[in-house]
């Protein structure tokens, strides 16, 4: 089994991610999808993750701006076919 360290855990690449199904009342889910949509995430699956994320790690390394600044980069350079690949990406990111 592959294990590789990243920011927040170890995750194998041999497991797939579990899947849940979670209920929210009506005003809870319309808050959170417009808190997703207003700050950048890509859907309200992301923004559910990073806000499990936030309450288990320490995530003080980075400021809720420069999360924001950097998912809207992400979003343009996507959007805009800047980079071909991952690895072309961190390399540009290196500079």
């Known amino acids: 089994m592959h ?3 990243l920011k927040y855990q170890m ?3 041999d497991t797939m991610n579990a899947q849940i199904n979670l209920r929210l009342p009506e005003n809870l889910l319309t ?3 417009s808190y997703s949509e207003d ?3 890509g859907s309200i699956q992301e923004f559910i993750k990073d806000a ?4 288990l790690f320490d ?5 809720k701006a420069e999360l924001k600044a950097i998912r809207r980069l992400i979003k343009a350079t996507g959007d805009k076919s800047l980079f071909r690949t991952e690895e072309h990406f961190k390399r540009k990111l290196r500079r």
């Open 59 to 63: 995530s003080s390394d980075i400021s």
């Open 39 to 41: 700050n950048g995430y």
């Open 3 to 5: 294990t590789v360290n």
């Open 11 to 13: 995750v194998s690449f």
């Open 31 to 33: 808050a959170a999808r």
């Open 52 to 55: 499990v994320r936030e309450k």
